[in-house]
């Protein structure tokens, strides 16, 4: 008898174990291939508003739904795009200013997909400034001396009435939390500061000097890739693109969404998001196409910094875009 009952005990065993297998989730042909079609990008990007369309796109998982996750890395513009070149980085958010200046000057990069209309920066200095004109001699923080933010500054102070190349000092000191830092510690007496962040300095009692908007607007927050990449993967391009133009449209038609994103983000007190988000919605393109005024104001830019006559299509390729803004219709 008990030798039966182990027997079939064993039989019993046996036959559990047989159902639990095939109960288990069965890897077949097609969830495989679905598990392959994800694909990690790398890509640069700058911690700031300028990323906001990247950062909307991913928390709600545009990238995902085009088999794209993005993996992202926080280096200068300049390193960026030099390790884009040679296969190191698949995107970069550095296809405004700095970006379109890189090609000119012979970079195999284009700009695809431009997130803003233009660079939204405004003048921030400390409490006891009340006009550009007031800063005569003073020293501004900026990022370098390239880019939107070097161009932008110089366009503030020439129409507050200063020569931005004799009446005060710039000083090249990287990204604007660290302006933003150094004009809290005294360090400075003003910097441009981007949406939030003039919000966050006004909250603390820092004058707002003067924005940009209509005084020299150029490209801000390009998406930049490499000529190879256009020829050999466009498919990936593309689904690039299309997620951030949802991620676009998204953030300009979901407030309450947005504004806590800003606040999760970048850390921020709920009436300064909305702030934010508020100032935002003027400068967030809604298809990836920018401003035409600001890109001719580049445009003119580079002929000035490089003495050569540069055409849109040497540093701007929008035929993904297009396609895909007509495949979204």
Known sequence: MTGDRTSTEAHLSALALLLSLLLLPVATPVRAAQVREIR??????PPSMASVTLMTGIKQKFFDDEGLRPTLLIITSDLALKSQVVGEIDYTLFGGGSGLLAAAQGLPIKSVHLAHKFADLTLVARPEFKSVAQLRGKKIAISSFSGAVYTSTRAMLSAGGLDPDKDVVMLAMGRENVRLQALFAGSVEATPLPVPLHAVAEDKGYSLLADIEGKFEVPFSGLTVTDKKLKENPEEVKKFIRAMVKAGLFFLNHRSESVALYMDWLKLSKPIAEKGYAR?????SPDGLG???A????LELIKKTT????KQEDVIDFTLL????????
């Open 40 to 45: 990690e990008v790398k890509v640069a990007y």
């Open 280 to 284: 935002s919605l003027k400068t967030v």
């Open 291 to 293: 401003k035409e005024s």
């Open 295 to 298: 890109i001719r104001t580049q």
């Open 307 to 310: 003495g050569k006559e540069v």
């Open 322 to 329: 297009r396609q895909v803004l007509a495949e979204m219709k």
